[in-house]
């Protein structure tokens, strides 16, 4: 069965520093794809990245980092420089084309202090 | 990415009563799904809905309690009958990117939400 472990329930840093959110996988399947998403306060859900597991090249974004390691089974996400707009819930998401949905983890409570 | 807006944006209800929370799609998707987070949870799927067919329920969950609809290819509501305090939650709807074609393969992307207050 799919499962994601996000074994930081909550992080504190100071504005600039940088931090990364952990993520652990479980699957069964050799095809699958892993995800991150922001939860802002206001609620929304958007769309940061989509990584499938033939492809562990680790990508950079502007402040935004994702090291992705089979071997280890994480998904890690790193904010250089953090700022204060980036505080907010992080999820980690799982999908498994034969199970036809993602499973989430149960989220990282990003805040950054001024 | 598709754009996706839900009605209402919030509301707080009696308990016992029922809320219809509508889903549109600017562009027509094969399915859509709903997910319920309860405060300071994660998300849990509700339900996958795909157009023409009964939707087809998570563990937990049952059409009684939470009866989808899904008339066509850029619409879909959810209903949370019979509610009561435990049903506060956020209640989302997301479709599935077409990027590959293939299902289970693509990015899912969110409505904005539905903040949801049984007294």
């Known amino acids: 069965a799919q499962k994601v472990t996000q074994a930081q329930t909550e992080i504190s840093v100071v504005e600039k520093e940088d931090v990364t959110l952990d993520c652990v996988y479980e699957t069964r399947d050799t095809t699958y794809y892993l995800f991150w998403y922001k939860q802002p306060p206001s609620g929304e859900l958007v769309f940061l990245i989509r990584r499938n597991s033939f492809d562990e090249q680790n990508e950079i974004s502007g402040r935004y980092s994702w090291n992705f390691q089979k071997s280890t089974s994480s998904f890690n996400f790193t904010i250089t420089a953090s700022q204060v707009v980036d505080s907010a819930v992080y999820f980690c998401a799982l999908s498994e084309p034969f199970y036809q949905k993602v499973t989430f983890g149960i989220g990282t409570k990003l805040q950054v202090i001024p | 990415s598709a754009v996706i807006s839900q009605k209402p944006s919030r509301d707080i209800c009696q308990r016992g009563t029922s809320l219809t929370i509508q889903c549109q799609v600017d562009?027509?998707?094969?399915?859509m799904f709903w997910y319920r987070q309860q405060p300071g949870q994660s998300l849990t799927l509700i339900a996958t809905?795909?157009?023409?067919?009964?939707?087809?329920?998570e563990s937990g969950f049952v059409i009684d309690k939470f009866p989808i609809s899904r008339p066509n290819l850029t619409f879909s509501t959810l209903t949370v009958s019979n509610m009561s305090p435990e049903d506060s939650s956020i209640y989302l709807c997301?479709?599935?990117?077409?990027?590959?074609?293939?299902?289970?393969?693509?990015?899912?992307?969110f409505g904005p939400g539905t903040r949801l207050t049984v007294l």
């Open positions: 997301s479709v599935e990117g077409a990027d590959s074609g293939v299902i289970g393969t693509d990015t899912q992307y």
């Open positions: 562009s027509q998707v094969t399915m």
């Open positions: 809905a795909n157009q023409g067919s009964e939707a087809t329920y």
